[in-house]
């Protein structure tokens, strides 16, 4: 860079043997300064999805979105993308630990890790999910039915509480008929292990099934 600033007042020869470089290398360098950003739109692109959504898209929601608009890049170049623009994802999710209590002692793992279903309600997982939003702590609880991947039903709440769980329920219930037994499966959270949280799937003939704590059994 140095040279290339300096040419316009010195011999190239001079400033080659003044900076020890081998001018094979010099050029070389200098055909890569002077190529065409090939990302170049595409940057400008990720930098507009980014301030359009206030930070809170991340390289994966990002790279969906610029599929939309004509740029099918893989995530991995979307994120090394963002990277260098230096773009970062102001929402930080982690996975809830609310497990109390011994495995096992509640209910009984009826999927034993099939998490395949061949018709819609029959198997359904939940788990509970903590974002960082701006420095707030959001908390969301949603259903997901293992046949079609789809959301059956979810709240959002900024505290942990046993309503946030029995309100999903709530909605998730007017969507089936009674008496369905299909496996609605979770973690050992304190949540799933409540009486009324029980009782309700009870109600509901829907069969309660858990797993060992601290795995994640759904993706958003």
Not at 63 to 74: A, C, D, K, V
Request: hydrophobic fraction near 35%; charged fraction near 25%.
């Amino acid at each position: 860079m140095v040279i290339r600033g300096l040419r316009q007042s010195y011999s190239l020869d001079i400033l080659l043997e003044v900076a020890q470089l081998a001018r094979s290398t010099y050029y070389y360098h200098e055909k890569r300064l002077t190529k065409a950003d090939k990302y170049g739109i595409a940057k400008e692109t990720v930098t507009a999805i980014y301030h359009e959504n206030k930070g809170r898209y991340g390289y994966r929601r990002i790279t969906e979105e610029l599929g939309h608009r004509g740029f099918p890049l893989n995530h991995k170049t979307v994120q090394r993308l963002m990277k260098q623009l230096g773009l970062v994802c102001r929402v930080r999710m982690k996975k809830y630990r609310s497990y109390k209590g011994e495995v096992g002692r509640i209910a009984p793992n009826l999927l034993e890790r099939n998490f395949e279903a061949e018709k819609p309600n029959q198997k359904w997982v939940t788990d509970v999910t903590e974002f960082s939003l701006f420095g707030q702590k959001l908390y969301l609880s949603p259903i997901l039915d293992l046949c079609s991947r789809d959301i059956v039903s979810y709240t959002i709440s900024d505290r942990p509480v046993l309503s946030m769980v029995t309100q999903m329920l709530d909605k998730a219930f007017v969507k089936i008929s009674d008496e369905t037994n299909l496996i609605l499966h979770s973690d050992q959270g304190w949540q799933y292990q409540h009486k009324q949280y029980q009782r309700m799937l009870k109600e509901k003939g829907i069969r309660q099934s858990m797993t060992a704590k601290a795995i994640v059994w759904i993706t958003l």
